[in-house]
């Protein structure tokens, strides 16, 4: 089967580091993918992660344990315009390569 | 470059009616999703067309359906459609087996 799994909703304060974790269960792997969603707008691509370990992008990272099934994308100096939802997808590599979605988390920041 | 493209903006129907939606990929791109977007829930994948050929499809009835042209512009096509059917419908388009999809702005659609 087929399972993405994030929490649905966090807070945290501006300046602040949040952390939002992705677990997921699939049938094959391919790829673990972050997307930035803001509210009523469509989403678009933060980072990519296919081995192990940390990618880093300015303000962003995303880490990856393959053998855990475990991801976690890593927001630091929180802007407001950091308010949206965060999207994890698995591109799953036994349907073809499917880009499967969690239902995403809505991170708050508050100043 | 001109990005992901989705005609119309919105739509609003009536229950029972058909809607077609429409998306044009990145040039270049062959493969075109479709996923629904219920308002406050995430990313329901619907179908994947790649090559003009349908790859896959998401657990939809059969009412959903679409198909891909020759130049990978894709249709969406939402028979009969019910309450339940409004939503944000969104189209994504990659290179095949590419690590990235990009998303365009969506299809709002009402049914009332």
């Known amino acids: 089967g087929q399972n993405i799994d994030q929490p649905t909703e966090m807070t945290a304060t501006e300046g602040a580091i949040v952390q939002i974790n992705c677990t997921y269960q699939?049938?094959?792997?391919?790829?673990l993918f972050w997307y930035q969603q803001h509210a009523g707008e469509a989403p678009t691509f933060l980072s990519y992660?296919?081995?192990?370990g940390l990618e880093e992008k300015g303000r962003f990272s995303s880490f990856l344990s393959r053998s855990k099934g475990y991801s976690y994308l890593l927001l630091k100096e929180l802007q407001m315009k950091d308010s949206a939802s965060y999207l994890c997808a698995v591109r799953d590599s036994s349907g073809y390569n499917k880009l499967i979605f969690g239902a995403g988390t809505r991170l708050a920041v508050h100043p | 470059e001109a990005g992901v493209t989705q005609s119309p903006t919105h739509l609003i129907k009536t229950r029972g009616q058909q809607a077609t939606l429409r998306c044009s990929p990145i040039?270049?791109?062959?493969?075109v999703y479709w996923y629904q977007q219920a308002l406050g829930l995430g990313l329901q994948f619907l179908l994947w067309y790649d090559e003009g050929e349908e790859r896959n499809r998401g657990n939809f009835p059969p009412r959903f359906s679409g198909r891909q042209f020759p130049n990978y512009s894709s249709e969406l096509n939402v028979n009969a459609l019910e309450l339940e059917d409004s939503a944000l419908y969104l189209c994504?388009?990659?290179?095949?087996?590419?690590?990235?999809?990009?998303f365009g702005q969506g299809t709002r659609l009402t049914v009332v």
């Open positions: 992660n296919v081995l192990d």
């Open positions: 040039s270049g791109h062959t493969s």
């Open positions: 994504a388009s990659s290179l095949y087996g590419s690590t990235e999809a990009f």
């Open positions: 699939t049938s094959g792997f391919n790829g």
